[in-house]
């Protein structure tokens, strides 16, 4: 019997606002209501970590919830593909926003106490890293199509995934395992549960990985889908109907443009 695998998306009701901070005017000004929020959310350490390499304070946006109310749903319910929407998200604010209005942030507060957790699942820039990296994983996984060669996606998922400030910790995928009771039978189930969104993403793709999912790229808008083993075409060729249909006009204009001649 499989495991189960759960992980609780908690996105805000109403989604996020993109609050800019630009720390340099700020400091100057005097702390305003944007930075009076974050420093009230997150504590006064994210100050010291708002910082270019050079230690010169640094612009940074970060994600408001518009409610401390949130709406709660499981990332591995059937149909759910969000490591491939992830991975081709644009690196964008807007493109950010639109994920965590969605799945809600990348990583989540642990315990009531103010922490790094809360801010990094916040922080848009911290959003770009992680998003290079799964579309990095992804494309691998693509490649083996050609290849056959698992060795580098393998590798991939053998390092932590640590991001360049967080060096003094050791960040890999997290989880809790427990039991829970079945909910079709008296017994109790192996029970898996990331600690953050992030994680939850790499379990998802890892499952993709390990056969019971397929990769393919339509041929319209170029993006990744899956299709699932034993469901759909084997030889499917586009994302959606929508994508079908809309080469099926450009085909259609084509033809009549030739007719004209």
């Not at 379990?203 to 990744?224: F, M, N, P, Y």
Request: with cysteine; aromatic share 10%; hydrophobic share 40%.
């Amino acid at each position: 019997m499989s495991a189960l695998l759960e992980f609780e998306c908690r996105p805000p009701v109403g989604g996020y606002d993109v609050v800019a901070i630009d720390l340099v005017r700020t400091r100057a000004a005097g702390a305003g209501l944007d930075i009076d929020y974050m420093v009230n959310a997150w504590g006064m350490h994210v100050l010291a970590r708002w910082q270019s390499v050079d230690k010169t304070p640094r612009a940074i946006e970060l994600l408001r919830p518009r409610s401390e109310r949130t709406r709660h749903f499981d990332l591995f319910q059937p149909g759910q593909s969000a490591f491939l929407e992830f991975a081709q998200t644009p690196f964008t604010a807007d493109g950010v926003k639109a994920l965590a209005d969605r799945y809600g942030p990348l990583r989540t507060r642990l315990t009531k106490v103010r922490c790094l957790d809360a801010y990094l699942g916040h922080d848009i820039n911290y959003w770009y890293l992680q998003i290079m990296e799964l579309r990095k994983a992804v494309d691998l996984w693509d490649k083996t199509k050609m290849t056959g060669d698992f060795d580098k996606i393998i590798r991939v998922f053998e390092r932590p995934l640590v991001a360049p400030f967080e060096r003094d910790r050791e960040v890999g995928t997290g989880m809790s395992v427990l039991l829970k009771k079945d909910p079709l039978g008296t017994s109790a189930r192996l029970c898996i549960r990331p600690t953050h969104l992030r994680d939850a993403l790499w379990i998802q793709l890892a499952l993709a990985i390990d056969g019971s999912e397929s990769l393919r790229t339509c041929v319209e808008c170029k993006k990744w889908f899956t299709i699932k083993a034993g469901e759909g075409r084997s030889d499917k060729k586009y994302c959606s109907d929508a994508c079908r249909m809309r080469t099926y006009r450009k085909g259609k204009t084509y033809r009549k443009g030739k007719g004209k001649r």
